[in-house]
């Protein structure tokens, strides 16, 4: 590989860097602030609760599990870590408090009373009319009963298992029916959350009141008929999170599908990172609830009366369309849309598709166009995060059966889609494909897919690069570029890529991609110091860096040294950003932007001013350490002008948003000018410009 030539400069001074954990807790804040925000249509903010709450909890799962191990480690090993993991875990601890605190105030008092004026009635057991608790009853006996399996929690100490991500009841009977004395009793059931399909149950409507009822609250409601011995019940909420990370030898040797398989299983048993109770519950529950499951007071964090908000992704919307957002229908490509053939409209020009706005089903009509077409020889593509139908991973089990080479590379360790991505590899070995399980030490997040043809008698590739994955779900929700092109500067290199892949010898020599950890961060590195000699020189320069994180200490200290040069540089980073900017001496030539809106922003792009000559890049990499040095990424320059106007017309909506954008401190950007300026809602109406007038824009 590539020798890293980067040099720290002399006499640096003390560079800020804000500690990342925290960084990513101010991330997910922004999500809750969406959830605040009244601008958001009503259900729409519930489902940012749910996106906050779906967040935290793989946070705990991962990182809080990481940094519990590093506390684990011996003092003289912890003592070489950059920082405390201690002194970062109470900090973490006391910021999720903080805003779990500010989560549990904007839903009761702010959802709550915004579903009320809407007439959607979120009932607890304590709210319930005569009518009502006669359905309820029903309901329970009917449904409900035969889902409920209640474990007892005896004297003894007796270990209970609590599935991850599972919410439980902790139940406390007292107060028997019968004159004679009985024992109070303790219990624990599980919330069938998966077997109804729901954690929400409707009931009836009443003069245009909607009601709704939390599973939970049904239970509580129906304790005495669980229970008919006793007549006063305490009942609390708990769910543990266990440690996610896969702790596999990151090599190939031996069969790394089974060591994967076998790390899933323990996922489900991984050592619990946090234990969320209801800070109501009472302490002698409590305790025995801790006994039972072996949980200790280390792994407990105060939540509230409810947990696994991520549920409220299924809450009931009534068919109320004017509480969500109103749709914009999958665009067309100006251009694409016209072309019977995808091979044959890539042998003119490259195309750029830009997602969620524009349609997915471009790559699927390349993919299957070349599954069938005699004339293609060959296909390869990195999957890592595919949907569990995947219509991409089809094309390419066909293309298999069809008798053309099939390549693919398929990351097992995808964090939460391994599972999918063995049964995907599975179909496409049977189907006869070279499956290969990525690369030793590295994790291959690359996008890519190459197709080869036999156009008379001459071999001729066609390529596809995108920043977001072959995965028709997430691309109506992430927004993403992806390339279509057969210019050779770029199937040349990408041809190396797939070799790399396979003979794994980093000797390769790209000319035009940046490849992670061959030569993009030595890239990066070559055109910021090509932006320092030219402000040395008192030209003009400049950088647009889009991403979704920024944390690699190398990469964060060659800004702030372009900074101090007088290169201007404006950030758009969307999660994780460990650099400070605004900070005199360092960093006051740095704007960093955060932009959380109705998509979720997932490009990364990469524009360098060049003494007026810009060189634009997208890429599938963040500057994140992992993702420069330990993982297999691919950056991919745009030389087609049309697709330079069209992505810098992109960036500069956001960076013009005064809507959706944030600085560093979550503070919302606005401007000057009251140009209300929403930048995703920009881009879908900048694309749907491009397209003719007498063609209808939406896809059918």
């Keep these: ?15 800020p860097f804000t500690n990342r954990e ?14 605040k925000d009244k601008r958001v249509p009503l259900l729409e903010r519930i489902k940012f609760m749910a996106i906050f709450s779906s967040n935290l909890d793989e946070y705990f799962k991962v990182r809080v599990a990481t940094l519990k191990r590093l506390i684990k480690l011996k003092k003289k090993t912890r003592q070489k870590l950059d920082e405390d993991p201690s002194d970062t875990f109470d900090q973490v601890i006391q910021e999720v408090k903080r805003q779990q605190e500010e989560f549990g105030h904007v839903f009761r008092e702010s959802l709550l009373a915004d579903l009320r004026e809407h007439d959607i009635h979120l009932l607890t057991e304590t709210e319930l009319n005569n009518e009502q608790q006669e359905w309820v009853k029903t309901y329970f006996h009917e449904t409900l009963e035969e889902h409920l399996l209640p474990i007892i929690l005896d004297a003894t100490d007796t270990h209970l298992f609590l599935k991850d991500q599972t919410v439980y009841l902790g139940i406390h009977m007292l107060e028997p029916t019968e004159k004679e004395q009985r024992p109070d ?9 998966k077997k109804l399909g729901s954690r929400f149950v409707k009931l009836p409507t009443v003069k245009g009141k909607r009601y709704v009822m939390f599973i939970d609250d049904v239970i509580r409601f129906c304790l005495p008929l669980m ?14 999170s266990r440690d996610a990370e896969l702790d596999i030898e990151e090599e190939v040797s031996g069969n790394l599908m089974a060591k994967i398989r076998k790390s899933l299983k323990k996922r489900e048993t991984g050592y619990p990172a946090r234990l969320l109770y209801d800070p109501e519950t009472p302490k002698d529950l409590l305790d025995r609830m801790m006994i039972h499951t072996a949980i200790t007071e280390d792994e407990l964090v105060e939540g509230s009366k409810y947990h696994n908000f991520r549920d409220f992704f299924n809450f009931p919307d009534f068919n109320l369309p004017e509480l969500k957002y109103k749709p914009q229908p999958t665009l067309i490509h100006p251009e694409l849309h016209k072309e019977k053939s995808m091979i044959a409209a890539m042998q003119k020009k490259d195309y750029l598709v830009h997602y969620p706005y524009q349609s997915f089903d471009y790559v699927l009509r390349l993919f299957n166009e070349a599954a069938v077409d005699p004339k293609v020889t060959a296909m390869s593509a990195t999957l890592y995060r595919v949907a569990d139908k995947s219509a991409i991973a089809k094309a390419l089990v066909k293309a298999a059966k069809n008798g053309k080479l099939v390549t693919v590379v398929v990351e097992l360790r995808a964090r939460f889609d391994e599972e999918s991505n063995i049964f995907w590899a599975g179909k496409l070995q049977k189907a006869g494909a070279n499956v290969i399980f990525g690369v030793p030490d590295l994790k291959v997040h690359s996008k890519l897919g190459l197709i080869t ?4 008698g001459k071999l001729v590739n066609y390529a596809y690069l995108s920043t977001g994955n072959y995965n028709e779900d997430t691309s109506k929700i992430y927004a993403d570029h992806a390339l279509f092109t057969s210019d050779t500067r770029l199937t040349k290199d990408m041809e190396q890529v797939f070799e790399f892949f396979i003979d794994r010898q980093p000797d390769k020599k790209f000319k035009h991609l940046l490849v992670a950890p061959i030569n993009m961060r030595q890239s990066f590195v070559k055109l910021i110091d090509k932006e320092i000699k030219n402000a040395q020189k008192g030209l003009p320069a400049s950088m ?21 040069a007088g290169v201007k540089i404006q950030l758009l980073v969307r999660g994780i950003c460990c650099l400070l900017p605004g900070v005199e001496g360092i960093s006051e030539n740095i704007e960093v932007r955060s932009i959380v809106d109705r998509y979720l922003e997932h490009a990364r792009v990469y524009i360098f001013h060049n003494n007026g000559e810009e060189k634009y890049y997208v890429a599938s990499a963040d500057w994140m350490t992992r993702n420069l040095s330990r993982r297999v990424e691919v950056g991919f320059p745009l030389y087609q002008q049309d697709l330079i106007d069209e992505v810098r017309t992109l960036i500069d909506y956001q960076l013009q948003d005064d809507t959706k954008a944030r600085n560093v401190d979550n503070t919302y950007l606005s401007s000057t000018n009251q140009s209300d300026i929403r930048s995703q809602y920009a881009s879908y109406d900048y694309l749907r410009s491009l397209i003719p007038e007498d063609t209808s824009p939406v896809c059918e």
């Design 1 to 15: 590989m590539e020798k890293d030539n980067t040099k720290e400069p002399k006499s640096a001074p003390e560079y």
């Design 22 to 35: 925290l960084s990513w807790l101010a991330f997910n804040y922004r999500v809750l602030q969406e959830a």
């Design 453 to 456: 043809r036999n156009e008379n």
């Design 227 to 240: 229970f008919p011995k006793y007549t006063k019940f305490h009942a609390h909420a708990v769910k543990v």
């Design 185 to 193: 009793r303790f219990a624990m059931l599980e919330i069938p959350t």
């Design 544 to 564: 647009i860096l889009k991403m979704n994180a920024l944390q690699d200490e190398r990469m964060i200290k060659k800004l702030y040294t372009a900074s101090q």
